[in-house]
């Protein structure tokens, strides 16, 4: 990925920000349509709009060695998504080429897939740093190949996030943590036509909290099943 030059940017007083599959430290252009920069190359990688962006505590990208960073839309509700800045860059390029084939403006369609991207999650449910987070299909976006993806901020606010509509399941501040296990084994644990398959959730709750009679601290279970993790999701939309 990588587009551009942008040659006054040097000159701003901004601090590192990232670091590119090399390790050059990238700087952060802040704006209605941000990107990260490379002082010595000129290079510039676009960012979603729309959000916040923020470093992932120098995780790699698994496609490309890029640093992630985490991608939070303006829109509620509160949620957060894996992104890779140089594979985002060159989807842009891609979904534009795509738009502008139809015989659409170059600069109106990457503006538009851009928008497009910024509704929810920046890649695919199949990328690698997104998959790893895929507890199951979206209820609302599930045909689609929308998915709920573990947020990966973390507890204590932990959610599961919707990739392609704008709403989360918040689970309990009790939770000590909380992470995708492998295919459950129920129906829709094979995914097809598009869907994706469940995978168990391995919930540890603080010992004080534990929702689990005879004080155990460990569940496991599918969301789609379980009436534990049902109960304790609460869902929250926009607005």
């Known amino acids: 990925g990588g587009r551009g030059e942008r040659g006054d940017a040097a000159a701003q007083p901004l601090r590192p920000f990232t670091a590119d599959a090399s390790g050059r430290p990238l700087l952060l252009l802040p704006g209605a349509t941000p990107q990260l920069f490379h002082p010595s190359s000129g290079r510039l990688w676009s960012l979603p709009a729309g959000g916040s962006v923020k470093p992932h505590s120098g995780r790699i990208c698994p496609a490309c060695g890029f640093e992630l960073c985490l991608f939070s839309p303006r829109a509620p509700p509160s949620r957060a998504y894996p992104l890779c800045p140089s594979c985002f ?12 084939s139809t015989g ?10 851009a928008a497009v991207c910024a509704s929810g999650s920046p890649h695919g449910e199949s990328h690698p740093a997104v998959a790893p987070l895929v507890a ?10 929308g998915a709920l993806l573990l947020d990966p901020r ?4 932990w959610r599961l996030v919707s990739t392609r509509a704008s709403f989360a399941y918040r689970l309990p501040p009790f939770i000590h943590s909380l992470r995708v296990g492998a295919p459950c084994g129920c129906d829709a644990a094979r995914g097809g036509d598009g869907v994706v398959g469940c995978r168990f959730l391995h919930v540890e709750f603080h010992r004080d909290y534990s929702p689990i009679e005879g004080g155990g601290t460990a569940h496991t279970g599918c969301l789609r099943s379980d009436e534990l993790l049902q109960a304790l999701c609460e869902f929250e939309e926009a607005g």
């Open 89 to 100: 860059d060159d989807s842009l390029d891609d979904g534009a080429a795509g738009i502008a």
């Open 104 to 113: 659409a403006d170059v600069d109106a369609s990457a503006e538009t897939f």
């Open 136 to 145: 199951c299909a979206c209820p609302v976006s599930g045909r689609e190949g």
């Open 154 to 157: 973390g507890g204590p606010e």
